[in-house]
């Protein structure tokens, strides 16, 4: 067992300062942050790490890539040029980065409809291609600092995104499992024809494949973080090599190229770049909400923070290098990298060491995997994707936010429906209408005093609260804004006219509006009309630096009264409780 102190040992210094603590072209380039206190004791870990990494990757990126409609070395290509170069340029000390699940299917449909007339070659050309545009919009992000607005999928449409994908997945990977052709373009369809071709099931592919399923589970349950998929795969292997089961009709892998890939450009014509352009845009978001996730998470446990905006470098850096030696484009995930993690990596080396020990692969076993069966990667595939369905997480958020999980419903059922390119463009749409719906739509508070002090808090949330007679103290837990101005005022409005007794003043308490607007400073400057038209005096308290200065531009002051920054709602009802008339 490690000694407590280990931990804090392992993160050198300047990895836990805030990342916008180091600057210059060392903020650019994080080897030079972690590599001068490097230490020789870490070099065994991430070693380890590194074979380890390797020998999950081998047969997961193989799976990944006929999930993605490619020939399968394009995924082991991800892995061996992309890891190395977020080594490079990326924040994590422990993200590992290759070919997900979730980014293959993704850009299986636009693979398949390349492969069609079946030229592979072209296919190839265009996951590279999509992997280059991506590369440049992710640059282009980082050299903008657009960083927070790459965040139009958040996590909750990453949650519902992912339970609709692993269910996508999963049915694009069965009729492999049950040995029968399978079809369909969504989800309902592929059900529709897998069940039709269920009396064609292949007996020996579907007991191959729940044997292999079965050693995945168990490994899984029984040695977590260790290469179990590595083993299943050799032992298959080694069971169609050299037992009768060959004869049994399971289809296998197949020849992949011996050595390394050849490095060169993707095509790059302009229609091209055109039709691939929204499909890499998707993976873009994809790929940074779920890396910066799971980087994140991989800091905190680890105590050291990393830099968003430099991820969209490091993102950016992998995908150049995937594209050029002929892969599709890759990611951070949670799964690969918690297999980095738990396998001892200290920094990204883990990540170099991993492609070395895939480019010898490559070079010296490449031929072996030819009597891999397909069987075996579709059970490998399903798998991986069992955690993409966190039904526990889906609870949590029912519980906390019942409009949280709607969102992630409609980011669960787009998949469903209209596949996962759509369905995702669909949740982050969706997204933003709810966001600006609920913002164009704030809530109003209104307050009463809280018994036996001076404070006060929202009488709807705190019905014990007292209320104020004669007076009214409403508080707007958003900005003010031109967007929002009319639903203010008509609450406010019509809380007054509602009220069972007679209102002589009106308190906005700006304490929670750090932003208005000059729409919204009108609105207030008609509110106050409105009320004095009535007899009611309206005031001002509690406003911030930035907001009374746009209020004091319009002539509020004059009108309504001193509202500097000490003035709070009690101070007026102070003010106006001496001066009422006692009823």
């Known amino acids: 067992m490690s000694h407590p102190t280990e931990k804090i040992a392992a993160v050198p210094a300047e990895a836990a300062m805030p990342p916008e603590t180091v600057g210059g072209w060392r903020a650019a380039f994080p080897p030079a942050q972690w590599l001068p206190a490097y230490r020789a004791a870490w070099l065994r870990h991430d070693a380890v790490a590194g074979v380890t990494l390797a020998a999950y990757a081998i047969p997961v990126s193989l799976a990944y890539a006929m999930l993605a409609g490619l020939p399968p070395h394009c995924g082991v290509y991800g892995y061996l040029a992309g890891g190395l170069f977020y080594a490079l340029f990326g924040s994590s000390r422990q993200l590992a980065v290759g070919p997900t699940s979730a980014i293959s299917i993704l850009i299986a449909p636009t693979m398949a409809a390349a492969m069609a007339g079946g030229d592979a070659a072209r296919a190839m050309d265009l996951a590279a291609l999509t992997a280059l545009v991506m590369a440049g919009l992710s640059i282009l992000a980082w050299l903008l600092r657009l960083s927070s607005l790459m965040n139009f999928v958040s996590e909750t449409i990453l949650l519902g995104f992912k339970a609709g994908a692993a269910l996508t997945i999963a049915m694009t990977q069965l009729p492999k499992l049950f040995g029968v052709k399978g079809g369909g373009e ?122 968003a905006r430099q991820e969209l470098l490091g993102l950016g850096a992998a995908n150049v290098a995937v594209a050029f030696a002929q892969g599709y484009p890759v990611a951070g995930g949670l799964s690969q990298s918690s297999v980095n993690d738990k396998a001892g990596a200290k920094t990204p080396l883990a990540l170099v060491f991993a492609s070395i020990t895939i480019a010898i692969c490559l070079v010296y076993l490449a031929p072996l995997l030819h009597n891999l069966p397909n069987v075996v990667l579709a059970t490998i595939v399903l798998v991986a994707v069992k955690g993409l369905f966190d039904i526990p997480q889906l609870r949590a958020l ?30 982050a749409i969706a997204s933003l209408l709810l966001l600006i719906r609920r913002v164009a739509q704030p809530h109003v508070a209104f307050l009463g005093r809280i018994p036996g002090t001076r404070g006060l808090s929202d009488m709807a949330r705190n019905p014990d609260n007292e209320p104020l007679p004669g007076a009214l103290v409403f508080r707007v837990e958003a900005a003010i804004l031109y967007f929002n101005v009319e639903h203010v005022q008509d609450v406010v409005l019509a809380k007054v006219r509602a009220s069972a007794e007679p209102i002589r003043l009106v308190v906005c308490d700006l304490s929670t509006s750090a932003n208005i607007d000059l729409a919204g400073a009108r609105m207030l400057a008609r509110l106050h009309e409105h009320l004095r038209a009535a007899g009611i005096t309206m005031r001002i308290a509690s406003a911030h630096a930035l907001a009374r200065d746009i209020l004091r531009g319009e002539g509020l002051e004059e009108r309504v009264g001193y509202f500097g920054r000490r003035i709070t709602p009690m101070d007026v009802l102070d003010e106006f409780e001496g001066i009422a008339p006692s009823r």
């Not at 949280?404 to 463009?425: R, W």
């Open 398 to 427: 029912w519980r906390a936010s019942r409009y949280e999980f709607g969102v992630a419903m409609i980011a669960f059922a787009g998949v469903l429906v209209l596949g996962i390119l759509k369905g995702v463009m669909l949740a």
């Open 186 to 307: 969504h989800f309902f369809e592929r059900v529709v024809v897998l069940v039709s071709q269920l009396p064609g099931t292949n007996l020996a592919v579907l007991g191959f494949g729940l044997a292999s399923l079965a050693l995945l589970l168990a490994g899984e349950k029984l040695l977590p973080g260790r290469p179990v998929a590595l083993a299943v795969v050799a032992l298959s292997i080694a069971l169609l090599s050299a037992t009768p089961l060959a004869g049994l009709g399971l289809p296998v892998l197949g020849p992949v190229p011996t050595g390394l890939p050849d490095i060169h450009a993707p095509s790059l014509r302009l229609r091209d770049v055109d039709d691939v352009l929204p499909l890499a845009f998707a993976c873009l978001l994809l790929a940074y909400v779920e890396g910066v996730s799971a980087a994140r998470t991989l800091a905190d446990r680890h105590g050291y923070a990393i830099d």
